[in-house]
C-alpha cells in the first residue's frame, strides 16, 4: 500500500512518520530518530551538533560551564504587548532560538528545532534573580525568553547556553528587534528574510573544505607544542572574577605606533603582548595560546546575519626565530591570523589530537576582542549586559570602542589562578607593548626576557 494510499485511510489529521532522510543533517538511525521524537514531539528540523557545540556540551556535562544570559534595554514607553510579539516573531525567525540538545544514546549529539507556538514568552517583574546563567539540563537546556517590567522600561532576559548564540548574534537579534517593534507600530518595513542556522552547519559539512582546514592545521601544527600557564588538573574552584585595566594614555600612544608603523591591528599587537607574556610566564621562547574568531567573514552568504554559535576558538603559535625582529614578528603573526581566520571553523578537538604533550585542549588561556561601541542608542532595543561562563582559567578581552582600544579585561576563576598573579601578567601585557615600540628592530625572542 502506498504511502498515499495510507495517509487517505487514516484520514486528513494523520501525520506521516519521520524517517533519517527527513532530516539529511542528523547522524541518526531510523530507532534514534524514533527516540529522539518520542522525548521531544514534533520537530521542524533535526541536525548534528557542530564540532565547537559538542565541545561546549562536554564541558557542561562534566561541569565546565557555558551557561549564558544577554540582558537587552528597551527603550522607554515600550508597549508591553508589542515587546512581546516582537520576541514570539524572533522565536520563529530564528531556530536556535526554539532548539533542545539531545545525546543519550546517539553517536553524535543533536539540535532539535521544535516548532514556533511551542515556545512561551514569559512576562515578569524585574529581579536580578532573572539573570541566570545555570545551565537547564532539565530543558535540554532550551533557551528561555522573559519580558521583565521594571518602572517605566521593559528588559528582555534572554537565558541561552552559549552553544546557541554568540555576542554577534545578540547584536543581529537588538538590531532586528527593533526593526520588528517599528514594523508592527506601522513605523517601519518588514525585515528580509532570516539565514537559518542549518545552512551554517550545512557549510561546515562541506568536505573539500573539511579538507582543506585539516591540511592547513596539519601543517600549522607541526612541531608546536601545548602550552599551559596553569598546571593542568588544578581545578578552577569557585566562581569568575574580573580584572578590567583601563589603558593609560600612554599605552594607546603606543598601539597608535604599532599600527601606524607596522600595519597591525589593536588585536594582533595585543595577541602579540600577550603571547610574550605567556612566553616569560612559562620560560620558552615558543608558545601556543587560544583565539577566538567571530567567523563572520568567512565565506557564506549572509553569514553576518545568522543567529547562532559561528564562533570559533583556534590555536596561534608565537614562536619567533632567534634573528626575527620584533617587526618581522609582528608581520608573520599578521600573516598567520589571516590564514587560520580563513581555517578557523575546524574542530578544536580534531586539532589537539594533532599537538604534542596536550592534555585535552593545548592552551589554557584565550584572547578575544569585544566591540563596545554604543551603535545602538538610537534602536528600540539596545544590548545590554552579558553573562556567559568559560571553562578556561583565564581569558584576556580587549575592549575595543569605535576602532580603537580602550581596556583589557581579563577573566579567572576562584581557586585557579592567583589574583596577584593575574595582576602581573596584566601589567606585563601593558609592558610588552612598550617594548614592541622602543624595541622593534631588535631581536622579538629576547622581549620575555626584558618584561
Known amino acids: 500500500m502506498s504511502a498515499i494510499e495510507l495517509l487517505v485511510r487514516r484520514g486528513p489529521g494523520a501525520r506521516a512518520a519521520r524517517v533519517p532522510s527527513d532530516f539529511p543533517l542528523a547522524s541518526v538511525t531510523r530507532e534514534q530518530l524514533d527516540q529522539v521524537l518520542k522525548e521531544t514531539g514534533r520537530a521542524d528540523d533535526l541536525y548534528d551538533l557542530t564540532p565547537l557545540q559538542s565541545g561546549m556540551l562536554l564541558h557542561s556535562l562534566t561541569g565546565g560551564g557555558y551557561g549564558g544570559c544577554h540582558v537587552i534595554e528597551c527603550a522607554p514607553g515600550l508597549d508591553e504587548s508589542v515587546v512581546v510579539e516582537v520576541w514570539r516573531e524572533l522565536v520563529r525567525r530564528h531556530p536556535v532560538l526554539r532548539s533542545s540538545v539531545h545525546w543519550q544514546g546517539l553517536e553524535r549529539p ?3 528545532v521544535h516548532p514556533a507556538e511551542s515556545v512561551d514568552i514569559a512576562i515578569a517583574d524585574w529581579s536580578e534573580g532573572l539573570i541566570d546563567t545555570a545551565s537547564d539540563q532539565s530543558r535540554d537546556w532550551r533557551p528561555r525568553v522573559t519580558v521583565a517590567r521594571t518602572g517605566d522600561r521593559l528588559k528582555v532576559v534572554l537565558n ?4 546557541w548564540i554568540d555576542g ?8 532586528e528587534a527593533s526593526r520588528l517593534y517599528g514594523a508592527l507600530t506601522g513605523s517601519g518595513e518588514e525585515l528580509p528574510l532570516p539565514v537559518p542556522y542549518r545552512r551554517f552547519v550545512e557549510w561546515l559539512r562541506d568536505p573539500e573544505r573539511q579538507h582543506a582546514a585539516r591540511m592547513y592545521w596539519t601543517r600549522r601544527l607541526a612541531g608546536s607544542r601545548a602550552c599551559y600557564l596553569d598546571p593542568p588538573g588544578h581545578g578552577a574552584g569557585g566562581g569568575e572574577r574580573l580584572l578590567t585595566l583601563d589603558l593609560p594614555a600612554a599605552t594607546r600612544t603606543h598601539f597608535e605606533r604599532l599600527v601606524s608603523k607596522h600595519g597591525v591591528t589593536p588585536a594582533i599587537a595585543t595577541l602579540a603582548a600577550w603571547a610574550v607574556t605567556v612566553s616569560a610566564t612559562v620560560g620558552r621562547d615558543d608558545v601556543m595560546v587560544g583565539c577566538v574568531v567571530d567567523g563572520r567573514t568567512w565565506d557564506l552568504a549572509k553569514i553576518d546575519r545568522v543567529v547562532g554559535l559561528v564562533m570559533n576558538t583556534v590555536p596561534v603559535i608565537w614562536d619567533p626565530a632567534g634573528s626575527a625582529t620584533v617587526a618581522t614578528a609582528l608581520a608573520g603573526l599578521r600573516d ?26 593545548p592552551f589554557d588561556n584565550i584572547f578575544v576582542v569585544e566591540d563596545v561601541s554604543d551603535t545602538s542608542s538610537a534602536r528600540t532595543f539596545q544590548r545590554g549586559q552579558g553573562y556567559e561562563e568559560v571553562h578556561y582559567p583565564l581569558s584576556l578581552t580587549l575592549l575595543v570602542e569605535s576602532g580603537q582600544p580602550v581596556a583589557f579585561r581579563f577573566a579567572f576563576h576562584d581557586g585557579g589562578l592567583d589574583p596577584a598573579l593575574v595582576r602581573t601578567l596584566a601589567d606585563r601585557v601593558v609592558r610588552a607593548l612598550g617594548l614592541m615600540v622602543s624595541h622593534a628592530c631588535g631581536p622579538a625572542a629576547s622581549l620575555r626576557t626584558m618584561l
Open 110 to 112: 543533536v539540535q532539535v
Open 168 to 175: 554577534w548574534s545578540v547584536g543581529v537579534l537588538t538590531e
Open 160 to 163: 541561552c547556553h552559549h552553544l
Open 336 to 361: 598567520q591570523l589571516s590564514d587560520t581566520v580563513r581555517h578557523g571553523h575546524h574542530s578544536l578537538a580534531d586539532l589537539q589530537r594533532r599537538v604534542p604533550g596536550a592534555q585535552g585542549e
